[in-house]
């Protein structure tokens, strides 16, 4: 057997994560592997789509908190422009919530930051050989929680109501009426069982609805 064909296939992963120090450690982790090769590492989520189409991993590795655009919806574009790449989201929070909105983007795995990199490692192959990987106790969480009740348009007003924002800056910035706005966050309020516009925003972020 020669050398070229006892080597290894390398796996190529692209790694999506803000935090530089915990992408340094990822990459320098993961590079640690004999058949795993970072090829690109972002720092933002709208950076995601270019970094895959130029270096056109097998793996794509993503947060789902980033800057500029979130890393379930990076993966929903993914899924159309680079089919061929495996999406494996890792992250801080496993919120059934999130694990139901990443399976509906397609992607192939499911991990919360705290496991041994072993596992993270040998979670990418898997997903590569064509399964999904999902931590079990999660996916009966998200089972249980059932999907998120709020509709798109409902999210898309809680999104814009962060920091402050008025009822008028939200209808400007959504092209709505002052009216529509308020029907929606009032719908928003009673679906998440809150008392304010506030509450109904961090209630849907912490079940990751949003």
């Known amino acids: 057997m020669t050398d070229e064909t006892a080597r290894p296939r390398l796996i190529r992963v692209l790694l999506a994560e803000d935090q530089g120090m915990m992408r340094g450690a990822l990459a320098l982790l993961l ?3 004999d058949d795993i090769e970072v090829v690109a590492q972002v720092a933002a989520g709208d950076e995601i789509v270019a970094a895959a189409l130029t270096h056109r991993p097998d793996v794509a590795l993503l947060d789902i908190e980033l800057p500029g655009r979130s890393g379930l919806d990076a993966a929903v574009e993914l899924r159309e422009r680079t089919p061929d790449c495996r999406v494996l989201i890792l992250t801080t929070f496993g919120r059934p919530g999130y694990l139901r909105r990443a399976m509906e983007a397609g992607a192939a795995g499911f ?3 705290d496991g ?3 596992e993270l ?5 898997r997903v590569l050989d064509g399964e999904t990987v999902v931590d079990p ?3 009966a969480a998200a089972l249980s929680a059932g999907p998120s009740p709020l509709t798109a348009r409902e999210c898309d ?4 109501s962060a920091d402050g924002a008025t009822v008028a800056d ?9 009216s ?3 029907n929606y966050l009032s719908a928003a309020i009673g679906k998440t069982t809150t008392r304010n516009r506030t509450e109904a925003l961090r209630e849907a972020r912490r079940q990751g609805w949003l």
Request: charged residues 20%; aromatic residues 0%; without cysteine.
């Open 31 to 33: 590079g640690m592997e």
């Open 111 to 113: 991990l919360v930051k």
């Open 116 to 118: 041994p990199v072993e």
């Open 121 to 125: 490692a040998g979670t990418i192959r």
């Open 137 to 139: 106790a999660l996916a």
């Open 157 to 160: 007003v809680l999104r814009a």
């Open 170 to 178: 939200i209808a400007a910035a959504l092209h709505l009426s002052e």
């Open 180 to 182: 529509t706005v308020r």
